[in-house]
């Protein structure tokens, strides 16, 4: 019987594609070498704040104007508290990863690392030599419309080493290199422009980000929306919709620590109605011709829909919106519309396995485009270790009870798929997936 041990054999190797997060473009370009371990792991943590918070820890040693070794020692206080939280599972991961402690010698002594850590510095760190270790082929991290004004095309193509600009990079190097382009970031009443969306489409954008924190704004805002949606389409982008924030909690945090502070709650399950009539909406709309470029007429596309991927804060919709997602639905783009990653709170064992059930049972999982990051952080990256451990127990667990089939033939190729291929077609706007055809590479050994 296939066990996880072999499931995760075939997975863990696999190339990272991270296509949205909320990298630091510019200090990606400026690939500087990192500060100390606070400053990466810590300090602009909205996750690890929040914790810290909870743990009745002061705001001037969170955001305050503490110095760097009391905040170390209150975030130090903290961590052991939080066995149960993902935080937890994460930071030993980012710290295996880092070298700062042997997860196997400490195996059995989960509190010996924690106390052992110290805020060494990480001088010998550059991001380009993470995204490498880490083997990232694609991120996208989220820029604002007006964040990349002043862009020139000449400025298009720069290496990451050579510390300037904004632009889609390639990290370089001897063995690997990593695409980096920005991805688009709007709310869902923000007016962009066509100009600024062929600035995103000369960055080589793949992918538009839009917030929709109450879903009755999908048709307050339509026509807004619906420009950006069929830019996307015709231009081959995925639109992210990221729906049900509840963003403005505590007046007081949000006044101490700023709009990411990490205070922000889940709305209500999101109204399904309201998503399907923008989604359809968008599909009604038929475009035969694009005023604006030129790429359209090399891409046409049938309908202003494009690749959707629908993230609910609140679990509590992920039934209904991967049902949803199966009505929408376009002849050669398998998922075209579905159910996206655990987002955000949802983002822990829990809330990924309830991802992974709801496309199972309601959709077909083997389309699912499975993980990304979503963070700020570069350590962020062992989440996709994280999600490809997760869901290996996940199946194991599945053909344990003869729910699934101990059969590589079919399991492999359905695992690579959610772990790397899928996320990787529709970065490359690869439409045509032959089933068939994958099934016999992955079987040839
Ligand atoms: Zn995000």
Request: glycine share 6%.
């Given at each position: 019987m296939i066990d996880y041990e072999t499931l995760y054999s075939w997975v863990k190797g696999l190339p990272i594609v991270d296509w949205h997060n909320h990298l630091d473009m510019k200090a990606l370009a400026e690939d500087r070498p990192l500060g100390s371990l606070y400053e990466v792991?810590?300090?602009?943590d909205p996750y690890k704040h929040r914790a810290m918070r909870i743990c009745g820890e002061s705001e001037r040693v969170i955001t305050g104007d503490a110095g760097e070794d009391e905040r170390w020692a209150a975030w130090m206080r903290t961590l052991p508290k939080l066995v149960g939280n993902s935080l937890f599972a994460w930071a030993k991961m980012e710290m295996d990863w880092l070298g700062l402690f042997n997860a196997e010698a400490q195996s059995s002594r989960e509190g010996t690392w924690i106390r052992e850590l110290k805020n060494v510095s990480l001088a010998e760190w550059t991001p380009s030599k993470m995204l490498k270790k880490f083997g990232v082929e694609y991120l996208s991290p989220c820029v604002g419309a007006g964040e990349l004004i002043g862009l020139k095309t000449s400025d298009l193509g720069l290496q990451f080493s050579s510390g300037e600009g904004l632009a889609p990079s390639e990290v370089r190097s001897p063995k690997s290199s990593c695409r980096v382009a920005p991805s688009l970031r709007m709310n869902a009443g923000d007016e962009i422009s066509v100009e600024a969306l062929e600035r995103f489409q000369s960055a080589d954008c793949r992918v538009v980000d839009v917030s929709v924190d109450d879903v009755s704004q999908l048709s307050a805002f339509n026509s807004q929306l619906s420009t950006v949606a069929a830019y996307a389409a015709a231009h081959g982008w995925t639109m992210l919709l990221h729906l049900g924030a509840l963003r403005e909690t505590s007046a007081r945090l949000r006044a101490a620590?700023?709009?990411?502070?990490?205070?922000a709650g889940m709305r209500a399950p999101v109204d399904t109605a309201a998503v399907a009539a923008f989604l359809n909406s968008l599909e009604e709309e038929h475009n035969s011709t694009c005023s604006t470029c030129s790429t359209w007429l090399n891409n046409p596309v049938q309908n202003s829909l494009p690749r959707t991927i629908l993230m609910s804060l609140n679990p509590e919709a992920h039934a209904a919106l991967a049902v949803l997602a199966g009505s929408f639905v376009e002849e050669g783009v398998p998922g075209k519309v579905q159910l996206g990653p655990a987002w955000w709170w949802c983002d822990h064992e829990e809330g990924i396995r309830d991802v992974l059930e709801k496309n199972a049972a309601y959709g077909v999982l083997s389309t699912f485009v499975g993980m990304t990051t979503d963070s700020r952080s570069l350590l962020s990256f062992v989440r996709h270790d994280y999600f490809r451990r997760l869901i290996c127990k996940w199946v194991a667990e599945k053909v344990a009870s003869g729910a699934f089939p101990s059969d590589e033939s079919l399991l492999r190729p359905m695992l690579e798929n959610i772990c790397y291929k899928n996320a990787h077609d529709m970065i490359n706007h690869v439409e045509q997936v032959d089933h068939v055809e994958s099934l016999n590479v992955s079987t040839r050994s």
């Amino acid at each position: 019987m296939i066990d996880y041990e072999t499931l995760y054999s075939w997975v863990k190797g696999l190339p990272i594609v991270d296509w949205h997060n909320h990298l630091d473009m510019k200090a990606l370009a400026e690939d500087r070498p990192l500060g100390s371990l606070y400053e990466v792991w810590v300090k602009t943590d909205p996750y690890k704040h929040r914790a810290m918070r909870i743990c009745g820890e002061s705001e001037r040693v969170i955001t305050g104007d503490a110095g760097e070794d009391e905040r170390w020692a209150a975030w130090m206080r903290t961590l052991p508290k939080l066995v149960g939280n993902s935080l937890f599972a994460w930071a030993k991961m980012e710290m295996d990863w880092l070298g700062l402690f042997n997860a196997e010698a400490q195996s059995s002594r989960e509190g010996t690392w924690i106390r052992e850590l110290k805020n060494v510095s990480l001088a010998e760190w550059t991001p380009s030599k993470m995204l490498k270790k880490f083997g990232v082929e694609y991120l996208s991290p989220c820029v604002g419309a007006g964040e990349l004004i002043g862009l020139k095309t000449s400025d298009l193509g720069l290496q990451f080493s050579s510390g300037e600009g904004l632009a889609p990079s390639e990290v370089r190097s001897p063995k690997s290199s990593c695409r980096v382009a920005p991805s688009l970031r709007m709310n869902a009443g923000d007016e962009i422009s066509v100009e600024a969306l062929e600035r995103f489409q000369s960055a080589d954008c793949r992918v538009v980000d839009v917030s929709v924190d109450d879903v009755s704004q999908l048709s307050a805002f339509n026509s807004q929306l619906s420009t950006v949606a069929a830019y996307a389409a015709a231009h081959g982008w995925t639109m992210l919709l990221h729906l049900g924030a509840l963003r403005e909690t505590s007046a007081r945090l949000r006044a101490a620590a700023g709009p990411v502070g990490g205070f922000a709650g889940m709305r209500a399950p999101v109204d399904t109605a309201a998503v399907a009539a923008f989604l359809n909406s968008l599909e009604e709309e038929h475009n035969s011709t694009c005023s604006t470029c030129s790429t359209w007429l090399n891409n046409p596309v049938q309908n202003s829909l494009p690749r959707t991927i629908l993230m609910s804060l609140n679990p509590e919709a992920h039934a209904a919106l991967a049902v949803l997602a199966g009505s929408f639905v376009e002849e050669g783009v398998p998922g075209k519309v579905q159910l996206g990653p655990a987002w955000w709170w949802c983002d822990h064992e829990e809330g990924i396995r309830d991802v992974l059930e709801k496309n199972a049972a309601y959709g077909v999982l083997s389309t699912f485009v499975g993980m990304t990051t979503d963070s700020r952080s570069l350590l962020s990256f062992v989440r996709h270790d994280y999600f490809r451990r997760l869901i290996c127990k996940w199946v194991a667990e599945k053909v344990a009870s003869g729910a699934f089939p101990s059969d590589e033939s079919l399991l492999r190729p359905m695992l690579e798929n959610i772990c790397y291929k899928n996320a990787h077609d529709m970065i490359n706007h690869v439409e045509q997936v032959d089933h068939v055809e994958s099934l016999n590479v992955s079987t040839r050994s």
